[in-house]
């Protein structure tokens, strides 16, 4: 028996880095490497924009792009290694500060096999003949996942009238939001200021572990500087995640909870 995984996150890839082995007939995509954001997109605003009665993007990115592949084509014919590379390839975007790179983990050795043999295939694509190239519409522009809950308090802002209930609620939306954003950005900087010193901190905040290295090497101690720190600073929330190597970091330098409970 034989696993093949997608998943969709950002810093997904830190999922599987360093914890996925071969051996064990698991075969794993992700949307992102270890450090970066996944892109929505189909988001309003786009040029491939949702209708205008929604007011969030539809997909993201990585999702879409092996859905709608396997919408396309014959899964009877095509591999996971071709579909993956179709992904990666539509998921990287114009590489101008946008897209991400999608990675595979586990037994790569799977990839070689029939996508129909973990997902089924439509029949009427069984006359489809596959092709090394990316048929799938590219869209010009895509949102960071960090903001797809700005992209929809704006687009709510934008489409009300003036002077409206509605108008406010969703001015009130974004500006709440963004304090959020301030106050955990703000929190975290200063705990590793605390913790690390004006000069170490900005270093320690931002190491990235080697290729092939898991995020963290105690997920235990993990786990208890994240309650730590919502307890003193507030809830991280899904924005605050981007922050989520940082705290690993203060696991790996051997600072103890009761350090930066002290801190925080």
């Known amino acids: 028996k034989s696993l093949v995984f997608y998943l969709e996150a950002c810093e997904s890839g830190s999922i599987f880095e360093g914890?996925?082995?071969e051996g064990l007939n698991i075969y794993a995509t992700t949307a992102s490497n270890a450090e970066e954001s996944s892109w929505g997109t189909y988001c309003p605003g786009e040029d491939l924009s949702p209708p205008s009665e929604y007011e969030t993007c539809l997909g993201d990115l990585y999702s879409v792009s092996w859905m709608e592949d396997s919408d396309k084509h014959n899964l009877q014919t095509e591999s996971l290694h071709q579909q993956y590379e179709l992904v990666k390839k539509r998921t990287a975007g114009s590489g101008l500060g946008s897209g991400s790179h999608v990675m595979e983990f586990g037994d790569v050795g799977l990839s070689k096999e029939k996508l129909v043999l973990y997902m089924g295939t439509n029949p009427a694509?069984?006359?489809?003949?596959?092709?090394?190239?990316?048929?799938?519409?590219m869209p010009s522009r895509?949102?960071?996942?960090?903001?797809a809950d700005l992209v929809h308090f704006w687009d709510k802002y934008r489409k009300a009238p003036e002077g409206s209930a509605r108008k406010l609620e969703a001015q009130k939306q974004?500006?709440?939001?963004?304090?959020h954003r301030l106050h955990v950005d703000n929190s975290v900087m200063l705990i590793w200021k605390i913790l690390f010193g004006m000069s170490e901190g900005p270093a320690v905040l931002n190491r990235v572990r080697p290729s092939?290295?898991?995020l963290v090497d105690d997920w235990d101690c993990l786990k208890t500087l994240v309650r730590a720190f919502e307890r003193h600073c507030g809830s991280l929330s899904q924005y605050g995640i981007k922050h989520m190597r940082?705290?690993?970091?203060?696991?790996?330098?051997g600072i103890q909870v009761e350090q930066m409970e002290e801190a925080a």
């Open 174 to 179: 974004v500006l709440e939001a963004m304090s």
């Open 19 to 21: 914890l996925l082995p």
């Open 125 to 137: 694509n069984e006359n489809y003949t596959f092709v090394d190239e990316n048929s799938l519409k």
């Open 246 to 253: 940082s705290i690993a970091n203060i696991c790996n330098a």
């Open 142 to 147: 895509f949102t960071n996942q960090r903001d």
């Open 212 to 214: 092939g290295k898991p």
